[in-house]
């Protein structure tokens, strides 16, 4: 069964939150498992908008804390699909933080979550190609080969030997 392509801008997906005191800690930073908690909402409905289906989070690469977010801040998450493999898609997903008084706005976080879409049964199910158009796009497509593999050795799901696209990474000699 053929899946047709979509542009990877059709997934994107914008949310925005405000920090209230029960998101926080009691330094008054928004709690780590809240906010990841709202990254995989924003990378649920970007998986869904490309597949036209239910889907499910398979796995979450690294998320690095680079900057807090502080209590009354308002927080801005973006995800796209950078690329579709068979049933499943890899999603960037970023954050930024926005103080409104003093008008600043700083990136916080990035990640990449992988999810598996589903049909009406619970079986997984084919989704669209994606159609990269931007440089990024185009670069986030080519490289989410990497990330991938590199999901699957840790996993236990794919021989380090069977890694085509890291070993030409680290050895491109070969």
Do not use: C, W
Request: proline fraction near 5%; charge should be neutral; charged fraction near 20%.
């Amino acid at each position: 069964m053929t899946v047709s392509s979509k542009p990877a801008i059709n997934s994107f997906t914008v949310m925005n939150e405000l920090v209230f005191p029960n998101d926080t800690n009691p330094l008054h930073n928004l709690m780590g498992g809240r906010l990841l908690h709202l990254m995989d909402i924003a990378a649920a409905i970007s998986a869904q908008k490309h597949s036209n289906h239910i889907v499910v989070t398979a796995s979450v690469d690294n998320v690095s804390f680079k900057h807090p977010v502080k209590l009354g801040d308002v927080i801005t998450i973006q995800a796209k699909v950078t690329r579709s493999f068979h049933t499943s898609m890899e999603i960037r997903i970023e954050v930024f933080s926005e103080n409104i008084q003093p008008n600043s706005r700083i990136k916080s976080n990035e990640a990449y979550y992988t999810f598996v879409a589903l049909d009406d049964t619970g079986k997984t199910t084919l989704v669209p190609e994606i159609i990269p158009e931007t440089e990024e796009e185009k670069q986030l497509y080519i490289t989410a080969l990497s990330r991938r593999e590199l999901r699957l050795i840790l996993a236990g799901k794919m021989k380090p030997e069977n890694a085509t696209q890291l070993k030409a990474l680290f050895f491109p000699e070969l």
